[in-house]
């Protein structure tokens, strides 16, 4: 499939449905002379556009609603404006953000507008008690929003192994607990207060679960471990938490009865892709299932330079999810 979008380079795509179309809030890819390294520094973005669909038909036009947010906007950032999403709450469209405050510790933020497309005004300061990166809210059917993150290696998630207000700076890049027999570093959770702008409960660590133990997924398990690009959707009651597993470049699910988890993994939902990241979204449109990713083939490989994608996913009987449709 061609790029969705093509008049400038984007990644990390959250798609929601808003007011009949697919908005599509995704990180803004910018030229750099920084090299490839671990800690991502080659990921510069500095502001997020916005972008809308009345139809994922492949000639159907995307809009681009301009710069909604940038980095001189929000007090407390210092730079890298990564992997956004959105919701919708009350009237009110939130956008929320990960970026590197003045001591170049990512935290996340939250800014509120009155439009899908925005603009938005960030709120001063970051979430309390929020770090690391890739935020991934969840309106559940009740009306409690979650918000999902972290990010290893340059998302600082391994630098909060002695609790959710500690950062270790020895933990910084790709230094993490390995070895046989280890447990891998889950994704967080906490609930959203009623105003979508702090947490309402602490920050807690999901257990993705092998299904052939029951028991977490191990450190070395590259294949199926978390890594970061936290997502959230529910299909016929049950909980889908997708995520990246990082080094490996795949998309994998794992399902749950309950928005905390235990997660039991399913499988995987996109083999590698052209490009070292592999971020996503999933969301229904008009009867249908989309998986939002990106690569970097409109670039011609550049890693930093990546593009918006789009294809149909399904679910066999069982629930799970497959890439070709069932019979």
């Avoid at 007090?75 to 929320?96: E, R």
């Avoid at 709120?123 to 809210?137: K, L, V, W």
């Avoid at 670039?299 to 009987?317: M, P, Q």
């Amino acid at each position: 499939m061609p790029p969705l979008i093509t008049n400038i380079y984007t990644a990390d795509p959250s798609a929601h449905v808003f007011e009949g179309k697919v908005y599509i809030y995704p990180s803004h890819d910018r030229e750099t002379d920084i090299q490839f390294n671990d800690n991502g520094d080659q990921y510069d973005m500095a502001d997020y556009h916005v972008f809308s669909t009345d139809s994922l038909d492949p000639a159907a036009p995307v809009t681009d609603h301009g710069v909604v947010l940038k980095t001189e906007d929000v007090p407390w950032v210092s730079k890298q404006l990564w992997a956004p999403d959105a919701a919708y709450k009350d009237g009110k469209y939130y956008l929320y953000f990960p970026a590197r405050d003045k001591q170049g510790i990512f935290r996340i933020g939250v800014a509120v507008g009155d439009r899908p497309e925005g603009p938005f005004q960030a709120d001063p300061e970051p979430i309390r008690g929020s770090y690391s990166i890739d935020p991934a809210t969840f309106v559940d059917d009740d009306g409690q929003a979650y918000m999902y993150f972290g990010g290893l290696w340059g998302g600082q998630l391994q630098c909060y192994q002695r609790g959710n207000d500690v950062f270790d700076a020895e933990w910084q890049g790709p230094k993490e607990p390995s070895g046989q027999g280890v447990r891998a570093l889950g994704p967080r959770v906490a609930k959203l207060t009623d105003d979508m702008r702090q947490f309402a409960t602490e920050v807690q660590e999901i257990q993705i679960l092998a299904p052939e133990t029951g028991e977490p997924i191990l450190a070395d398990d590259h294949d199926r471990r978390f890594f970061e690009a936290a997502w959230m959707h529910k299909y016929n009651g049950k909980y889908y938490f997708s995520y990246s597993t990082g080094d490996t470049h795949y998309l994998a699910y794992a399902v749950g009865d309950s928005p905390y988890g235990p997660f039991t993994y399913g499988g995987r939902i996109l083999e590698p892709v052209l490009g070292w990241t592999t971020h996503h979204s999933i969301v229904e449109f008009k009867g249908r299932w989309w998986l939002f990713h990106h690569d970097c083939e409109l670039s011609n490989g550049i890693d930093h330079l990546r593009s918006v994608k789009v294809k149909e996913i399904f679910y066999d009987k069982d629930g799970k999810i497959v890439t070709e449709k069932p019979e």
